[in-house]
């Protein structure tokens, strides 16, 4: 007699339970987390207010920072900005602008649109970054799982909700929230548990690095503080176009920066050449990264010992998504919390 | 301090505020009940215990600041949609390193403990092949065992929706685990019939 989904799903949950492994939650970094959250989201949207306000004068349409980030005001240097005149037109470069310390927040509404912080990088009007990618993982797991291999479509953006294809397969597609939380981030020493504001990240490599290390916590990631500095930059530089050329080229230089990192011109698995960099982590792993030296993408990522690998056969800004990402794609109830 | 007593269902959990305590008391309660139910549904989504611990705390960070609203209804309904509709992207990340054969695998036929290790390890990796909105379904339809209606109502699908992803989901999760009615039965390290 076949078992039915119901008795499969029995099994499975006696299964469950025999193997669930116990969960320790530092509930005690709950409430902190969650005030110092409240406190910050109170502060950025302050600042946005007061921003608002002060560049009211100089042309409201910038505010928002949903445009390209060159064209939004510092959120964190509106005070400053509030004792100084706006710039007469002069011939002399301008001074670049000092990076503000205080991130601004960003506001999802209810479709999904996000404002208050800088929107996408790239230049033009289009809504997606479109990466396509082919991934190989390792075949053999013990017998258990797959041919380890993938090709994704994703079109993401940090103003709106976005897709994700998998093998071409449009009726398994996931909707995804837009990508505006940029990870946990200490700034001017204040932790800021979901950043949202890039412009608060250097964009000198030393520097950045420096900001990296002391953003690392103790229990989070795994390895050495070079192997966790290692996952931080690579896991931008796989984000590609949703940061600015400046930033990836920052995050770049951080893994140079690396000890014991080797970098050469070479070729990606697909013969593409570019600028290559090799870290071997502290279990002995050897990752390597190949990028495009003119745009600062990634062509590829791999790993040695299991040959995995992710190769990024496209990458660019794009119109539209083959499908409109909705709540019901993406299996969430609200954009802000997905 | 840690909190994870052993796992178990979610139904069990209903959580009551005794009335009258103030509101981090009265939260400290809730999370302390709801803890061990919420971390066992976070390591079923990701895969990992240091993950799950996270994504628990992040989902408790965000009842707390609607503690408000989320007392008046079922606090830990509330946390654990929460929970199940944080970044697809974090379970995609996770995915690529699930699927990386872990160095402390155990061989085949060790001891009973390692057993545990190497069933749970293959359960992981399973559950990782599914697609996110497939692990959402399956783990709270099926492992958390909310109804369809439940599930329908927490991830903002149509019940027809949740229907027709977690008979796939488990279509999928029997042919990763070998668990077909007329697979040889497996033991050990690498039990992936039906027990």
């Given at each position: 007699?076949?078992?039915?989904?119901?008795?499969?799903?029995?099994?499975?949950?006696?299964?469950?339970?025999?193997?669930?492994?116990?969960?320790?939650?530092?509930?005690?970094?709950?409430?902190?987390?969650?005030?110092?959250?409240?406190?910050?989201?109170?502060?950025?949207?302050?600042?946005?207010?007061?921003?608002?306000?002060?560049?009211?004068?100089?042309?409201?349409?910038?505010?928002?920072?949903?445009?390209?980030?060159?064209?939004?005001?510092?959120?964190?240097?509106?005070?400053?900005?509030?004792?100084?005149?706006?710039?007469?037109?002069?011939?002399?470069?301008?001074?670049?602008?000092?990076?503000?310390?205080?991130?601004?927040?960003?506001?999802?509404?209810?479709?999904?649109?996000?404002?208050?912080?800088?929107?996408?990088?790239?230049?033009?009007?289009?809504?997606?970054?479109?990466?396509?990618?082919?991934?190989?993982?390792?075949?053999?797991?013990?017998?258990?799982?797959?041919?380890?291999?993938?090709?994704?479509?994703?079109?993401?953006?940090?103003?709106?909700?976005?897709?994700?294809?998998?093998?071409?397969?449009?009726?398994?597609?996931?909707?995804?929230?837009?990508?505006?939380?940029?990870?946990?981030?200490?700034?001017?020493?204040?932790?800021?548990?979901?950043?949202?504001?890039?412009?608060?990240?250097?964009?000198?490599?030393?520097?950045?690095?420096?900001?990296?290390?002391?953003?690392?916590?103790?229990?989070?990631?795994?390895?050495?503080?070079?192997?966790?500095?290692?996952?931080?930059?690579?896991?931008?530089?796989?984000?590609?176009?949703?940061?600015?050329?400046?930033?990836?080229?920052?995050?770049?230089?951080?893994?140079?920066?690396?000890?014991?990192?080797?970098?050469?011109?070479?070729?990606?698995?697909?013969?593409?050449?570019g600028e290559l960099l090799r870290y071997t982590d502290s279990g002995g792993v050897v990752?390597?990264?190949?990028?495009?030296?003119?745009?600062?993408?990634?062509?590829?990522?791999?790993?040695?010992?299991?040959?995995?690998?992710?190769?990024?056969?496209?990458?660019?800004?794009?119109?539209?998504?083959?499908?409109?990402?909705?709540?019901?794609?993406?299996?969430?109830?609200?954009?802000?919390?997905? | 301090?840690?909190?994870?007593?052993?796992?178990?269902?979610?139904?069990?959990?209903?959580?009551?505020?005794?009335?009258?305590?103030?509101?981090?008391?009265?939260?400290?309660?809730?999370?302390?009940?709801?803890?061990?139910?919420?971390?066992?549904?976070?390591?079923?989504?990701?895969?990992?215990?240091?993950?799950?611990?996270?994504?628990?705390?992040?989902?408790?960070?965000?009842?707390?600041?609607?503690?408000?609203?989320?007392?008046?209804?079922?606090?830990?309904?509330?946390?654990?949609?929460?929970?199940?509709?944080?970044?697809?992207?974090?379970?995609?990340?996770?995915?690529?390193?699930?699927?990386?054969?872990?160095?402390?695998?155990?061989?085949?036929?060790?001891?009973?403990?390692?057993?545990?290790?190497?069933?749970?390890?293959?359960?992981?990796?399973?559950?990782?092949?599914?697609?996110?909105?497939?692990?959402?379904?399956?783990?709270?339809?099926?492992?958390?065992?909310?109804?369809?209606?439940?599930?329908?109502?927490?991830?903002?699908?149509?019940?027809?929706?949740?229907?027709?992803?977690?008979?796939?989901?488990?279509?999928?999760?029997?042919?990763?685990?070998?668990?077909?009615?007329?697979?040889?039965?497996?033991?050990?390290?690498?039990?992936?019939?039906?027990?």
């Open positions: 007699m076949s078992t039915t989904d119901e008795q499969y799903a029995e099994i499975l949950r006696r299964r469950v339970e025999a193997v669930a492994p116990r969960i320790d939650v530092e509930v005690d970094r709950v409430v902190p987390r969650a005030r110092r959250r409240r406190r910050t989201a109170a502060g950025g949207l302050g600042a946005a207010a007061l921003a608002l306000v002060l560049t009211a004068g100089w042309g409201a349409g910038t505010v928002l920072g949903v445009g390209p980030s060159q064209h939004v005001p510092p959120a964190g240097t509106a005070a400053v900005r509030s004792s100084v005149p706006p710039p007469a037109a002069t011939d002399a470069a301008p001074e670049p602008a000092a990076r503000p310390t205080v991130p601004a927040a960003a506001v999802v509404a209810d479709d999904g649109t996000v404002t208050g912080v800088p929107g996408d990088p790239w230049d033009g009007e289009e809504p997606y970054w479109y990466v396509l990618t082919e991934s190989s993982f390792p075949a053999n797991l013990d017998g258990v799982v797959t041919s380890g291999q993938e090709r994704t479509e994703s079109w993401q953006s940090r103003e709106r909700p976005g897709l994700v294809v998998w093998d071409g397969e449009l009726g398994g597609a996931s909707a995804i929230g837009p990508r505006v939380v940029l990870g946990s981030w200490v700034v001017a020493g204040v932790r800021h548990d979901m950043l949202a504001d890039p412009r608060v990240l250097p964009t000198q490599a030393d520097e950045l690095a420096r900001t990296i290390r002391a953003s690392l916590q103790g229990d989070r990631g795994q390895g050495t503080d070079d192997d966790k500095v290692f996952e931080v930059a690579r896991t931008a530089l796989s984000e590609g176009g949703l940061w600015g050329q400046e930033h990836r080229a920052a995050f770049w230089g951080v893994v140079a920066s690396l000890p014991g990192v080797e970098a050469e011109q070479g070729q990606d698995g697909a013969g593409r050449t990752h390597q990264l190949v990028r495009d030296g003119t745009t600062g993408l990634l062509l590829e990522e791999s790993r040695s010992g299991d040959g995995s690998f992710t190769r990024y056969l496209e990458q660019r800004p794009a119109a539209e998504a083959p499908l409109e990402p909705t709540l019901a794609l993406a299996g969430c109830a609200t954009w802000a919390t997905c | 301090m840690p909190v994870g007593e052993a796992p178990g269902p979610a139904e069990a959990l209903a959580t009551v505020m005794p009335p009258g305590r103030g509101r981090d008391e009265e939260f400290a309660a809730f999370m302390a009940a709801a803890v061990p139910s919420l971390g066992r549904t976070a390591w079923l989504l990701c895969g990992d215990t240091h993950q799950a611990d996270e994504l628990v705390q992040q989902a408790l960070v965000r009842t707390y600041l609607a503690w408000d609203r989320a007392r008046e209804g079922e606090p830990l309904a509330y946390a654990r949609r929460v929970l199940a509709n944080q970044r697809v992207s974090t379970w995609r990340r996770r995915r690529r390193e699930v699927l990386l054969a872990p160095p402390q695998l155990p061989d085949r036929g060790v001891a009973d403990g390692q057993d545990v290790h190497a069933d749970r390890d293959q359960l992981v990796r399973a559950l990782a092949l599914l697609t996110p909105r497939q692990r959402r379904v399956v783990v709270l339809r099926h492992l958390e065992g909310l109804s369809e209606k439940e599930v329908a109502a927490d991830l903002g699908v149509s019940v027809g929706t949740v229907k027709s992803t977690a008979s796939r989901a488990l279509r999928q999760l029997r042919d990763a685990m070998n668990d077909h009615d007329d697979a040889a039965p497996a033991t050990g390290a690498q039990a992936g019939g039906l027990r």
